[in-house]
């Protein structure tokens, strides 16, 4: 007899999602590139996988930060000074790096103040459910990502009454909040760039409506942080000249290359954060070698070099959007650093990542429930170190992929804006 946890187990192997992926495994082992293990890492964004080098187009270390000396100096030199971990909640003590880290944060973003959690979705799943209470709600776009749903569920297991409202829908969210009175604050709480589809949300429009509805602007740009906007600040500063009526929530561990998230904004707002967010209070910080890192790659971000990289980044993205359009291929999204690639059925999108993949050029083919079922897109992570020549590489594989699998054309398709 099995004992429950084994029939447990079994059961939930059976349910939703777990499921579908069961199915995609055992139909199709060879095409779904899933779990891979890296075995190593070389030059140029190459790495091994199972004994062969193939070109990384799958990592979100935009700007190629990872591989900087300074970086990576800066993680040995913070382990030699402060050991691997300080080993204590925030509640009690911080580390001198931390408060650092964070206001070098404030500083580059020129918010007043932030705090740092150990990662985006940490800080979702903390400060959302921080932010409102009974009296309030929170409307999110229905594509935004799984780490805002994930901290709106918390909030509403608090009695926070939430909503989606359509994706990058101003007018949408009007009728939302409308459905949703009668309520104190409102929380709208987007993305600063969609993950899967690279789109870029309507921030002024949304912040009109927020403001409409005695609400304010809750935006993740862990995607933008680093290579949008002047300077790297992300999306927010540019779209609304500041951050009043806002929190912007950034990554450290994508463009930054280090390790966690952070949540800018007033002082008040984030003195409320550090009392009443719970990772904040129960859980621990990021280790003191990586906020020692971030202040390096900071100094990376605003010395004379990023132009540098930024440049390189961009002109990337350029060649590689361009080529796919002149491949008559449908690219989703803004002109970001993640360009997806519209495929279609989950099946032809895993086979079409595997091609790629054997002719050499690792891609993240992306179905359902990434994004909506039938969608499948092959998501091309560029970075500022990629050799132009690996861009036309990946082109070209492109091209033989379209002569092998048939492929929507840009017109056959709606984009999604
Ligand atoms: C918009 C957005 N938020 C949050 C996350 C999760 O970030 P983290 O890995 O720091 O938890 C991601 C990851 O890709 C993301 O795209």
């Avoid at 495994?25 to 996988?49: I, Y």
Wanted: a neutral charge; charged letters at 20%.
């Amino acid at each position: 007899m099995s004992d429950p946890l084994h029939r447990l187990v079994g059961s939930l192997a059976r349910t939703g999602l777990t499921r579908l992926f069961r199915r995609l495994l055992d139909d199709a082992p060879d095409l779904f590139l899933k779990d891979l293990t890296v075995e190593a890492v070389g030059p140029d964004r190459m790495v091994r996988v199972g004994g062969r080098w193939v070109r990384n187009f799958g990592s979100d270390s935009f700007l190629g930060l990872d591989q900087h000396p300074a970086v990576v100096d800066a993680v040995a030199r913070g382990v030699r000074d402060w050991g691997t971990h300080n080993g204590t909640s925030r509640a009690f003590s911080s580390v001198a790096p931390q408060r650092e880290a964070e206001a070098r944060v404030a500083a580059w973003l020129g918010a007043e103040d932030a705090v740092i959690y150990p990662s985006v979705t940490l800080a979702n799943a903390g400060a959302l459910p921080a932010l409102a209470t009974r009296h309030d709600v929170i409307a999110s776009d229905q594509h935004a990502h799984n780490s805002i749903e994930e901290g709106a569920r918390l909030a509403k297991a608090r009695g926070v009454r939430t909503a989606k409202f359509a994706h990058n829908d101003p007018a949408d969210l009007d009728r939302t909040l409308h459905g949703l009175r009668p309520f104190r604050h409102a929380v709208v709480a987007v993305d600063g760039v969609y993950s899967m589809s690279g789109a870029l949300p309507p921030l002024q429009q949304l912040q009109a409506v927020a403001r409409g509805h005695d609400g304010f602007l809750y935006v993740d740009d862990a995607h933008g942080t680093g290579v949008l906007g002047t300077r790297g600040r992300g999306t927010v500063r540019d779209a609304l000249g500041g951050y009043d009526n806002t929190l912007v929530v950034g990554s450290l561990s994508k463009a930054v290359s280090c390790l966690g998230g952070f949540v800018a904004g007033t002082k008040s707002a984030v003195d409320v954060l550090k009392l009443r967010s719970n990772p904040l209070l129960f859980g621990g910080p990021v280790p003191p070698p990586y906020l020692v890192a971030v202040c390096a790659a900071l100094d990376v971000i605003e010395s004379p070099e990023y132009p540098r990289l930024r440049a390189a980044l961009d002109a990337n993205v350029r060649r590689l959007i361009s080529g796919a359009e002149g491949l008559g291929l449908t690219v989703l999204g803004g002109r970001v650093p993640i360009v997806s690639v519209r495929v279609g059925g989950e099946d032809a999108t895993l086979r079409a990542g595997r091609f790629l993949f054997d002719a050499g050029y690792y891609v993240q083919s992306v179905v359902f429930p990434a994004v909506p079922h039938g969608a499948g897109v092959l998501r091309v992570q560029v970075n500022a170190n990629h050799p132009p020549a690996a861009v036309d590489g990946l082109l070209a594989a492109l091209a033989d992929l379209a002569r092998e699998v048939p492929l929507p054309a840009a017109e056959a398709v709606a984009v999604p804006a």
